[in-house]
């Protein structure tokens, strides 16, 4: 079931005190669908994700959910509406896995704070659902760093939201975990119809993985479209400044960017 909520960014321009990050970016996010967002380092990905959370106010311009901004909303209807895994979490010393997920269904509960079923259910289906149930009564501390990532989004599933933003949810992981995450973002995206926008890093898992990219250089969006229509050698080379070749990805149809070296030219 495809959620029907649209985010999007309307003449956005973010800051950090004199030093603008974004200007005056238009961006609609795909409802139900896998969108990633690519660029190098400093371009702005991170900041605008943080600023699609609400985390970092516009300079001018408006982030918009379902039409009305996002900053009009009360924040405990924004959390059950849209959730964040930011880059690089820090979970508190000695929490065990089925605390942190159950800290997902905070913006669900009332005053009391109390658990209820519904919480209990929710918590038990994002423990299964991310292959961490075994793993509940562990301190996350003591995890691997696949194990902890996929503690973390189980908090996040926790929280069921019908839109997930992640920054760079594979950074510090080695290849099999880097796959194992992107999977499990896709089971979600195609069980639940979670719209999910993250923040990649690799190019070519961006490409394998996502229904839209979203190419930012220097806080503006150069392109953005299915993989197969806007990656090219000259949109590799405009976003991250690197020669290269596009071929189809043997494994998935998508574009695979070959970088060209100096060595190989």
């Given amino acids: 079931m495809t959620t029907a ?3 999007a960014a309307d003449d956005l321009t973010l800051a950090y005190g004199d030093r603008v990050v974004v200007e005056e970016l238009d961006l609609a996010l795909a409802p ?12 702005g990905k ?9 985390l970092v106010p516009p300079r001018a311009g408006r982030v918009v959910l379902d039409g009305e901004a996002l900053h009009r909303r009360p924040s405990r209807e924004v959390a059950r509406m849209l959730g964040l895994l930011p880059q690089s979490p820090v979970a508190p010393e000695g929490i065990t896995v089925a605390e942190l997920v159950g800290r997902g269904r905070h913006p669900h509960q009332g005053l009391l704070a109390r658990f209820g079923v519904a919480d209990h259910a929710a918590v038990g289906a994002a423990l299964e659902a991310t292959g961490t149930l075994d793993l509940a009564e562990r301190p996350v501390d003591e995890l691997s760093g696949g194990q902890r990532q996929r503690v973390w989004i189980a908090m996040a599933l926790a929280q069921e939201t019908d839109i997930l933003l992640l920054d760079e949810p594979t950074t510090f992981l080695d290849v099999a975990h880097q796959i194992e995450v992107l999977d499990l973002l896709t089971d979600l995206n195609r069980e639940r119809g979670t719209t999910i926008v993250m923040v990649l890093h690799d190019l070519n898992l961006a490409a394998r993985y996502a229904d839209e990219l979203v190419a930012v250089r220097d806080g503006r969006v150069l392109a953005s479209g299915a993989p197969g229509d806007i990656v090219t050698p000259a949109l590799v080379q405009e976003v991250f400044g690197l020669a290269s070749r596009v071929i189809p990805d043997p494994v998935s149809g998508a574009p695979l960017v ?8």
């Fill in 5 to 7: 909520r649209r985010l």
């Fill in 32 to 43: 139900g669908r896998i969108t990633a967002v690519v660029g190098a380092n400093g371009c």
């Fill in 46 to 54: 991170s900041t605008l994700l943080r600023a699609l959370a609400r």
């Fill in 258 to 265: 070959l970088p060209v070296g100096r060595h190989h030219a």
